[in-house]
């Protein structure tokens, strides 16, 4: 096991890039967007941002590990299944393009790892986690272990069925959790009145109307698909990542509200909800876990 390690946590929005030591220590972090629908720029970007930490760190027998959407193969070597978005990511081979050993698995699960060993899921053995930007990612943990299920197909939460009679998402399932709360619909959720869920929360801040309708409709929606988590799972926990939930209270303290309506409490006990401990950086750190192994 290597002391060192490198994380690439590539999102539909920014490419996260982090060098970490056997303690879960950031020892250098960059960001990059990721200009997607440009596959070869964003793959000529995750190669310099590779070799910019490698410089950083002064040497190159790092192993890499590199977090995305999709479902991995059975060898770590690539993204087998990513439809819809991210093109040119499909059965890519990131060890022959960086020339470096380079282990590939899914965003959601490596969030979940590195939560697991260094923050919000510490010490805890059945965990669900997800996470939320541009789609509703997920992973579960069962018995300490990350739970990936026949095809690593286990835990895309994101897909869940909310609305049976909504449109269908990447995956063909209508009315998806993703599509309710993932930032890649804020505009059709929006009427075009908002391209980003940053200017959503700004303009829900500040007042406004409409905004608020949108916001809460959404955060109601988690908040169902997370009580339908936690009746069926039953975890210990689930934490919540990705960049939609540096809205703060403005998401957690409705979804508070939501979640004693929505979820079966038995003996008056409920499911913990803890925001991730590592932010958007949780994938990229929890990829460079994997490879550090």
């Known amino acids: 096991?290597?002391?060192?390690?490198?994380?690439?946590?590539?999102?539909?929005?920014?490419?996260?890039?982090?060098?970490?030591?056997?303690?879960?220590?950031?020892?250098?972090?960059?960001?990059?967007?990721?200009?997607?629908?440009?596959?070869?720029?964003?793959?000529?970007?995750?190669?310099?941002?590779?070799?910019?930490?490698?410089?950083?760190?002064?040497?190159?027998?790092?192993?890499?590990?590199?977090?995305?959407?999709?479902?991995?193969?059975?060898?770590?070597?690539?993204?087998?299944?990513?439809?819809?978005?991210?093109?040119?990511?499909?059965?890519?081979?990131?060890?022959?393009?960086?020339?470096?050993?380079?282990?590939?698995?899914?965003?959601?699960?490596?969030?979940?790892?590195?939560?697991?060993?260094?923050?919000?899921?510490?010490?805890k053995k059945n965990v669900v986690m997800l996470t939320l930007g541009t789609g509703v990612g997920g992973a579960i943990l069962i018995d300490g272990k990350p739970y990936q299920g026949a095809m690593n197909k286990a835990g895309h939460i994101g897909h869940m069925v909310i609305n049976d009679e909504g449109e269908p998402d990447v995956t063909g399932m209508p009315g998806s959790l993703e599509d309710c709360i993932g930032n890649c619909t804020i505009s059709k959720r929006s009427e075009g009145k908002f391209n980003s869920t940053y200017e959503l929360l700004e303009a829900y801040r500040n007042g406004d109307g409409f905004a608020k309708e949108v916001w809460l409709k959404s955060v109601r929606q988690l908040g169902v698909g997370l009580a339908s988590i936690a009746n069926i799972l039953s975890p210990e926990l689930i934490v919540l990542g990705g960049g939609i939930t540096q809205a703060g209270d403005a998401l957690f303290l409705p979804l508070k509200h939501f979640m004693k309506e929505f979820e079966w409490q038995p003996l008056g006990k409920t499911t913990e909800i803890e925001k991730a401990v590592f932010g958007d950086m949780a994938g990229a750190i929890g990829a460079a876990c994997f490879a550090m192994k």
């Open 1 to 123: 096991m290597s002391s060192f390690a490198i994380g690439i946590d590539l999102g539909g929005t920014r490419i996260k890039s982090v060098a970490i030591d056997a303690d879960g220590h950031i020892l250098h972090e960059k960001y990059h967007p990721t200009n997607d629908g440009d596959d070869l720029g964003w793959k000529i970007t995750v190669a310099s941002a590779v070799k910019e930490l490698q410089s950083a760190l002064g040497t190159h027998n790092l192993n890499v590990g590199l977090s995305a959407p999709g479902l991995p193969d059975n060898k770590n070597t690539c993204i087998a299944c990513m439809p819809g978005r991210m093109q040119g990511l499909e059965n890519f081979n990131w060890s022959e393009f960086l020339h470096q050993e380079t282990y590939v698995l899914n965003d959601a699960v490596a969030a979940m790892i590195c939560e697991a060993k260094f923050g919000a899921a510490i010490n």
